[in-house]
T-cell receptor, first 116, second 116 residues
Framework: AQTVTQSQPEMSVQEAETVTLSCTYD???????LFWYKQPPSRQMILVIR??????QNATENRFSVNFQKAAKSFSLKISDSQLGDAAMYFC?????????????FGGGTRLMVKP | GAGVSQSPSNKVTEKGKDVELRCDPI?????LYWYRQSLGQGLEFLIY????????KSGLPSDRFSAERTGGSVSTLTIQRTQQEDSAVYLC??????????????FGEGSRLTVL
């Protein structure tokens, strides 16, 4: 079974600074997808960024980028120019690509606080 | 609708009562998931529906939990004889499953259940 680990329960960053959230996972598969979801106080999970394991290039979405290290099974999220609206819980998630029916396996989450 | 809709938003019940939580997925989405999020924790998979296939119930924690999906659309999660440990936020998600889909799930805002 796959597991996803987020070792940082809480992180804090100054507004406009850069922060990196860590995620590691354990799998025996070679083809899969990785995701970072954001959960603000409204509780609705919002997709931040997605990475296909077969792609060597790190995904980027505006101020959000990932450092995907497949051999190390590491998938960290970097948030540049942090904004107050970035404050939320962030969840790393894994999904097998073997078939279309697999659910996401989530890490325990990292609470990000942004200081003005 | 435009997004995944869940009701009720909040539910307080007494121990031993039955509760029903409803999820209305995005129109056209064939897959529907239920997750449970206990206070300060990550998301725990409960059950998955895909089209007309038999649901994947592997995540249901006990036989007090059941779910159905009528007409391939709306789903109801039922918890019988609720216990205090059932207190959590129950999140529903849907996706449009294709063989090469990259697995993004669209989440509702969840139903917060409190068992007194």
């Amino acid at each position: 079974a796959q597991t996803v680990t987020q070792s940082q329960p809480e992180m804090s960053v100054q507004e406009a600074e850069t922060v990196t959230l860590s995620c590691t996972y354990d799998t025996s598969e070679s083809d899969y997808y990785l995701f970072w979801y954001k959960q603000p106080p409204s509780r609705q999970m919002i997709l931040v960024i997605r990475q296909e394991a077969y792609k060597q290039q790190n995904a980027t979405e505006n101020r959000f980028s990932v450092n995907f290290q497949k051999a190390a099974k590491s998938f960290s999220l970097k948030i540049s120019d942090s904004q107050l609206g970035d404050a939320a819980m962030y969840f790393c998630a894994y999904r097998s690509a073997r078939n279309a029916g697999n659910m996401l396996t989530f890490g325990g989450g990292t609470r990000l606080m942004v200081k003005p | 609708g435009a997004g995944v809709s869940q009701s009720p938003s909040n539910k307080v019940t007494e121990k031993g009562k039955d509760v029903e939580l409803r999820c209305d997925p995005i129109s056209g989405h064939t897959a529907l998931y239920w997750y449970r999020q206990s206070l300060g924790q990550g998301l725990e998979f409960l059950i998955y529906f895909q089209g007309n296939s038999a649901p994947d119930k592997s995540g249901l924690p006990s036989d007090r939990f059941s779910a159905e999906r009528t007409g391939g659309s709306v789903s109801t999660l039922t918890i019988q004889r609720t216990q205090q440990e059932d207190s959590a936020v129950y999140l529903c998600a849907s996706s449009y499953e294709l063989a090469d889909h990259t697995g993004e799930l669209f989440f509702g805002e969840g139903s917060r259940l409190t068992v007194l």
